[in-house]
């Protein structure tokens, strides 16, 4: 049964009020440049018991561990479907879900990984916008155009579309569970379907709210934030709104362009935090007054935040195209950046990835030759008894394994360290490589960092 509630309005306005709280705290920003992050990009922070996931839109994942520690994992040689990545969760078991724009993969508590499609759509992709874990080992799926599935923990699965249900709208942006059992779903506009966002009672019954049978500021829901108060807070492309005991409470400039909200989130003390698409960062404090935090004045390096997330010691992460952004009271003297544990290479902007794992020898990095060369084109043929690879495309290159002397298009040249053999794979000088295919190579040497660039 479908059910539509006549709710009250309440206004309370943006202020202009002095920015404070961010401005005077200690803040690290991690890009690519000095981090195992693979792109800038970074759509969203997961805090963690063991430490901080960050998902990025087109380079994977990362971890960072309570000791600063970081690991990557992508596509290839990893188990990610999908190195565009828009949400993640993880279940009662430690199992870290993470939607794609491929289905799901799943890294698993034993270091392995599974991928799964709710429509068996392996050839035309999936995108998977939402993912939200229950309490009894199941999880929550928005899928964009096919609605809300749920998967419980002995692999049943139920769907809720348009057709089947009173879901507004099969484009299905967040999903949040509240402590009654209930489910609630944000959507957007999709087709003829109109959006909204709807409750799921435990018993089965519907509620859907609108912007026309309510005071919901907008039909295109980004997302939903339940509060430890039971406030439901949620964030339109048209302004903030909260709505706790039938009262809706809207938050907006009063201007032709209002809040663009893309994520909230709650620290410790009850406050609420908005990520904006233009506007930076709102904080609505206990007395409902907002303030906002902008680059010109505060840590965020950039007003387009695609995600803000708070942990209980309310450190706060703001995701944007400019990498991530932790801000925090103070950082211990003793925490460092750990030295990554392996070296990073980077091709016009793309991460590398190799086979068997770049070495450093006297100074200077070898890389798989074949992996490299095959990424510019270049073909590559091995000769097993006399140990020599031959490179042939914009330049003829011939190397033999333990021989600093080299050719190159019919000239006779020096390596200052030899090529080798490691796991099966003749590893070779990469600046060297590099350079002789007119290529610039910079050498970041804390951070084990190597961009190419053509």
């Keep these: 049964m479908k059910k539509i509630i006549a709710l009250m309005l309440v206004f309370v306005i943006g202020s202009s009020m002095p920015t404070y709280g961010l401005a005077n705290r200690v803040s690290k920003q991690y890009t690519r ?8 990009k970074v759509v969203e922070v997961y805090p963690f018991e063991e430490g901080i996931w960050i998902i990025t839109g087109g380079g994977g994942v990362a971890k960072i561990n309570q000791q600063n520690q970081w690991t990557t994992y992508q596509k290839t040689p990893y188990g990610l479907s999908n190195n565009f990545i828009n949400c993640m969760t993880i279940d009662i078991n430690g199992n870290v879900y993470f939607g794609t724009n491929s289905g799901v993969s799943v890294f698993k508590t034993d270091g392995q990984w599974d991928q799964y ?13 939402s993912l939200t874990a229950d309490t009894e080992g199941g999880i929550w799926h928005g899928v964009t155009n096919y609605g809300a599935y749920h998967i419980d923990a002995q692999g049943n699965r139920t769907n809720y579309n348009t057709l089947n249900s009173e879901i507004p709208s099969t484009d299905v942006t967040k999903i949040v569970l509240d402590e009654q059992g209930g489910t609630w779903f944000a959507t957007h506009p999709n087709y003829s379907d109109v959006g909204g966002i709807a409750y799921l009672d435990a018993e089965g019954e519907w509620t859907v709210y609108d912007s026309n049978n309510s005071d919901l500021p ?53 406050n609420i935090y908005a990520a904006t698409w233009g506007d930076g960062l709102l904080k609505i404090d206990k007395t409902d007054a907002l303030v906002e935090y902008k680059a010109t004045n505060t840590p965020i390096p950039n007003n387009y935040i695609y995600d803000v997330a708070v942990e209980t010691d309310g450190t706060i992460w703001i995701s944007t195209n400019l990498g991530v952004t932790e801000i925090k009271d103070q950082f211990q003297e003793t925490q460092v950046s750990q030295k990554p544990d392996k070296v990073m290479v980077f091709l ?13 020898r006297k100074g200077h990095t070898l890389v798989s030759m074949r992996n490299f060369l095959e990424a510019l084109d270049q073909d590559v043929e091995w000769n097993e008894e006399l140990q020599k690879v031959t490179s042939t495309g914009d330049k003829s290159i011939e190397l033999i394994i333990g021989d600093q002397t080299t050719v190159v298009d019919g000239n006779i040249d020096e390596l200052e360290v030899a090529p080798e053999i490691i796991e099966g794979r003749t590893m070779v000088p990469l600046r060297w490589l590099a350079e002789t295919l007119d290529y610039v190579v910079e050498w970041d040497s804390i951070n084990y960092y190597i961009d190419i660039i053509k």
């Design 348 to 360: 016009n902007g793309q991460n590398l990835r190799f086979d068997v794992e770049p070495v450093i």
């Design 117 to 129: 499609y709710m429509n068996n759509n392996s050839i035309y992709g999936e995108t998977v916008t």
């Design 33 to 40: 440049m000095n981090s195992l992050l693979t792109v800038d």
């Design 218 to 270: 907008s039909n295109r829901v980004n997302d939903l934030y339940l509060a430890t108060d039971g406030t439901l807070w949620v964030g339109t492309i048209n302004g903030l709104a909260a709505f706790k005991d039938g009262v809706w409470s809207i938050y907006n400039k009063r201007s032709i362009m209002e809040y663009f909200i893309k994520s909230i989130a709650e620290d410790q003390e009850g």
